[in-house]
């Protein structure tokens, strides 16, 4: 369903928008994982059955692409780039999991499996303007491992931890940056920054608390993410340019908040707990942290937006929330 809207005068983040329901024909729930700078959505539904399977959206929301499992039972499409090639995992029922590539117009049909380290379980999570690949790996020592692999899914790289056992690679920027989590020599989990193509893993730290965790950075290095706070409560957080000086976004009035992802400007966005402990969407913009809720085009149209996942250069929002009593992916859509 695609819904207008007049213009909000109350913050110029919130002009004008409209939303497009992401709910795949036959599907009971849909979820958005990711978007592109076209506005193509990745994510994954609910079958009637209770299957799990991937899918793409087109740009206006009246076509879906649905992903194949490569043999297995289900699957999630994690993350699209510019150029239409889709990155995901299919699970089984047993639990072994495997990175997928395959491209936009072919899913289904390219769809194929990664070059996996130990050709054990592997997770893909995301895909950068290059081609090149992040996510985890089932390592030979029975821990999970962040990897990065070449374009079309060739040479997984370990790219090792912060001192720790385990690593997990979030997302990837244009020039080969990647972000993520790791366990430290401490055993503690902390968010991480590396390099050019995954080199030199750097410790982002914390809020002061003693976990953080980094599901986005854009091509400036600017990182978004949570980490708990001194008194161990989760809150969002954004890096400035390379991961320097963490900053606390706090919540829309709850105790929690966690932000999934950042675009070019450092607009960021994710969820947060309200007054009332409901799960909101937000975006972080000009310093502000903005209940999407707010948007007379959600209101009015009986939406309640409870994630925000990603946003692309234009200021589009994928995420999903409740409408119709369904959990549905969504596609928010600023006015030029």
């Not at 769809?111 to 996510?135: E, F, K, P, T």
């Not at 400035?240 to 000086?245: E, I, T, Y």
């Amino acid at each position: 369903m695609l819904t207008e809207l007049s213009k909000l005068s109350l913050s110029p983040a919130l002009a004008v928008y409209s939303i497009i329901d992401l709910l795949p024909p036959g599907a009971t729930a849909s979820f958005a994982e990711d978007l592109n700078a076209h506005g193509q959505v990745t994510g994954w539904f609910l079958t009637a059955e209770s299957n799990c399977l991937g899918f793409v959206a087109d740009v206006n929301g009246i076509t879906f692409t649905f992903c194949g499992a490569l043999g297995k039972d289900s699957s999630g499409a994690n993350s699209i780039n510019d150029d239409g090639t889709v990155v995901g995992t299919v699970h089984s029922a047993t639990g072994h999991e495997l990175a997928f590539i395959c491209h936009a117009n072919s899913i289904g049909l390219g769809m194929a499996a990664l070059d996996c380290l130990n050709g054990a379980n592997s997770s893909a999570h995301a895909i950068n303007a290059a081609g090149r690949i992040v996510g985890d790996y089932l390592a030979s020592d029975g821990v999970r491992r962040a990897f990065v692999a070449s374009p079309g899914g060739k040479g997984m790289t370990d790219i090792g931890t912060l001192g720790g056992a385990f690593s997990s690679a979030h997302d990837i920027n244009a020039s080969g940056q990647v972000v993520g989590e790791s366990s430290t020599i401490s055993d503690k989990h902390h968010a991480f920054i590396t390099g050019p193509n995954g080199s030199d893993m750097t410790d982002l730290g914390t809020l002061g608390g003693a976990r953080s965790y980094a599901f986005g950075i854009n091509v400036n290095g600017e990182v978004a993410g949570a980490s708990y706070t001194a008194d161990e409560i989760m809150h969002a957080f954004v890096t400035d340019a390379q991961g320097r000086d963490m900053t606390d976004l706090g919540t829309l009035g709850g105790r929690a908040s966690i932000a999934y992802g950042i675009n070019d400007d450092g607009q960021a966005v994710g969820t947060s707990l309200t007054a009332d402990a409901d799960e909101h969407a937000f975006l972080y913009s000009g310093g502000m942290m903005i209940d999407l809720n707010s948007l007379p085009v959600v209101h009015a149209s009986g939406w309640t937006l409870s994630h925000a996942t990603a946003i692309n250069n234009r200021g589009q929002i994928a995420g999903y929330g409740n409408f119709k009593g369904r959990t549905r992916a969504y596609l928010l859509t600023p006015a030029l």
